[in-house]
């Protein structure tokens, strides 16, 4: 019996990897529209379970592992942005401001256990120039909010919590139930 990680988030292998925990890597092959969006905790845990049950599926014996990042602004969800200017919309809405970073997880085994990370991220209020010299290093496609708090070098960036959680995987938490 193994852990799977049902992702193919190169973030969640790197941290995974880091923290010398052997697992394999399956894509859940899930489709997120599938999830009716409620309340963000509720939304992102139900990501993460059902990511994990897709997986689980074709794996019964194994340990899953599931995880499922959003930015949340008031009680917005911000998803992954569509292309430059849907990510520079969302960048101008973070800018100044302070949001959460919500990782819904969910850890098959023997047992069942589906829990939520919150981390609060505070933007400055940075230049136009600033936001532009990041989307111009096109790192912004594949990450909920339209940033990766890993990449951006432009401004700096003030967090409350999990910097792990941000990246997309909450291993801290993780860690004390696998």
């Known amino acids: ?3 799977i990680l049902a992702s193919n988030s190169p ?5 995974l990897q880091r923290e010398g925990i052997a697992f394999t890597a399956i894509s859940p092959n899930f489709e997120e529209e599938q999830i009716r969006r409620s309340k963000p905790e509720i939304y992102v845990m ?17 340990v899953i592992l599931a995880a499922d990042t959003v930015v949340v602004l008031g009680e917005e969800i911000l998803g ?4 430059r200017k849907d990510a520079e919309s969302m960048l101008s809405r973070l800018r100044g401001r302070t949001h959460r970073v ?12 589906v829990d939520y990370e919150e981390t609060r991220v505070h933007f400055p209020d940075f230049s136009d120039e600033s936001m532009a010299a990041y989307l111009d290093r096109d790192l912004y496609a594949d990450k909920a909010g339209a940033y990766g708090l890993q990449d951006i070098t432009e401004f700096m960036v003030q967090i409350d919590g999990s910097y792990d959680n941000v990246v997309g995987l909450p ?8």
Do not use: N, T
């Open 11 to 15: 973030r969640r292998k790197a941290i």
């Open 80 to 83: 992954k942005p569509r292309d």
């Open 46 to 62: 139900q990501l993460a379970y059902q990511k994990a049950m897709r997986v689980r599926e074709q794996h019964p014996k194994d």
């Open 171 to 178: 291993v801290e938490a993780i860690r004390a139930h696998l």
């Open 102 to 113: 919500l990782s819904g997880y969910c850890i098959l085994g023997k047992e069942k256990y």
């Open 1 to 3: 019996m193994g852990l």
